[in-house]
């Protein structure tokens, strides 16, 4: 493996021999058997631990080993502790994606304060067709299934090409120690139970499945090449610059077919999703808009227009659970009362004890939904804003108010069945928008 591994920097990542490289390294398997090959192939790496203090005492552990890999290999060694529950609570997302987010984060601070030209992460095969199913469950277009790439601005995955039985034999030969995950172990997490339950049997149907699959993947991913440069050479005949937005002629749009297809390529990029809406856009009458979380477009006559949303989206606020008075975005009076009094839109009373804090102010999103209160199952907030014959200002300007991520009153209009109060609420809360 070791000569497979120095051919292929040779002969593909050349520009890695050139540059200091900060190698992301955990201390599992494949990022130390990772290190180990890059320092045995002569390449100079500093090693960058993340310790996301989820496992307790493993994670410490983790990162005293590798502490211990750095004094052994004579390397240098950054590890940082995050907060990765507390963050993953106030920006509304899971645990995967805010350790990435933490970790990503952190590497382009190092990238400076090391004087390191790229970060090494240690994704192996295995992982790109855990990727590719995850993507392939979920439903996806070429992008989703063309695989991790191997590079991707500052951020190189040197391992593609190898299968982690490769990285396990190695190890073994080379007598490299690692640390075991037992989260891996785990299937709670989507891609564990790929990794446990599916991928197995698919490699007992076929002994070559594995080298199958990535010589599918190469092909796709040179025939999405192909495809992004013909979409590319259609934007730039068909986007029109106007005033800071985008004009595109709706006679030139239906003209290409398949259709949905060249939507997805041109506007893709904008953070649009719902696609039939997208394409009502080219019949519909003068004004009608579908919106993404970053952009919207507007048929206007023979156009389309896209534009960038200049509201506040995409920023959050938050309420602790000490606040009594918000300003910002919208303002807000918080009071711990005995008994609810008169209702009106602009208040409501929620369940105190149901709510974890802090709160989170934040614009909608595509997808959000809540329960509204006095009704039976959940509505998207788009619908709600439809039923409410929002216009697109007032859309822009709406605040949610949430607990992690769900929400719990759509400011000044409806509260959410799920924190109401009833015969079991001890505490309560009153929220009031003071207009």
Not at 90 to 119: H, P
Not at 248 to 263: N, R, S, T, V
Not at 273 to 284: A, C, P, Q, R, S
Not at 332 to 357: I, P
Request: net charge neutral.
């Amino acid at each position: 493996m070791f000569l497979k591994f120095k051919e292929h920097i040779a002969k593909n990542l050349p520009f890695l021999k050139e540059e200091r490289l900060l190698l992301a390294c955990s201390g599992g398997l494949d990022s130390v058997v990772l290190a180990h090959l890059c320092l045995a192939t002569g390449l100079d790496i500093v090693l960058a631990h993340c310790n996301f203090k989820l496992r307790g005492a493993e994670s410490n552990g983790d990162e005293d080993f590798v502490r211990k890999l750095g004094r052994q290999w004579g390397v240098e060694v950054h590890a940082k502790h995050f907060e990765t529950e507390e963050y993953a609570r106030n920006q509304g997302v899971s645990i995967q994606m805010a350790a990435r987010d933490l970790r990503y984060k952190w590497f382009v601070e190092l990238l400076n304060s090391t004087g390191s030209g790229y970060v090494l992460t240690a994704h192996h095969a295995d992982d790109s067709l855990e990727t590719f199913l995850i993507n392939l469950s979920r439903g996806t277009g070429i992008d989703g299934l063309s695989g991790i790439p191997e590079i991707n601005g500052k951020v190189v995955r040197p391992l593609l090409l190898f299968s982690q039985k490769e990285l396990l034999e190695y190890a073994k030969s080379e007598n490299v120690d690692w640390r075991e995950d037992s989260s891996n172990a785990s299937t709670k997490y989507l891609r564990n139970k790929i990794r446990h339950q599916i991928v197995p049997v698919l490699k007992e149907l076929h002994p070559t499945f594995l080298q199958n699959f990535l010589n599918t993947q190469k092909n796709l991913s040179q025939s999405n090449s192909i495809l992004h440069n013909s979409i590319n050479e259609l934007k730039a005949a068909l986007l029109q610059s106007s005033n800071g937005d985008i004009k595109i002629k709706i006679e030139d749009l239906q003209q290409l077919k398949p259709l949905e297809a060249y939507l997805y390529g041109l506007f893709n990029e904008f953070g649009f999703t719902e696609w039939e809406d997208v394409k009502g856009l080219l019949t519909t009458t003068s004004g009608k808009q579908v919106f993404s979380p970053t952009h919207r477009l507007l048929k206007d006559r023979d156009y389309l227009i896209l534009s960038k949303l200049e509201s506040n989206t995409g920023q959050t606020f938050y309420v602790h659970a000490k606040d009594n008075r918000i300003e910002q975005p919208v303002k807000l009076l918080l009071e711990d009362v005995r008994s609810m009094d008169k209702r009106d839109k602009n208040v409501v009373f929620l369940d105190k004890e149901k709510l974890n804090f802090p709160l989170v102010l934040r614009n909608w999103i595509n997808g959000d939904y809540f329960y509204p209160f006095g009704m039976k199952g959940k509505k998207k907030v788009s619908k709600f804003f439809k039923d409410e014959k929002m216009d697109v200002v007032s859309k822009e300007k709406q605040w949610l108010l949430c607990s992690d991520n769900e929400i719990v009153w759509v400011v000044g209009k409806r509260a959410d069945e799920r924190f109401k109060v009833d015969d079991s609420t001890r505490q309560i809360l009153k929220v009031t928008q003071i207009t």
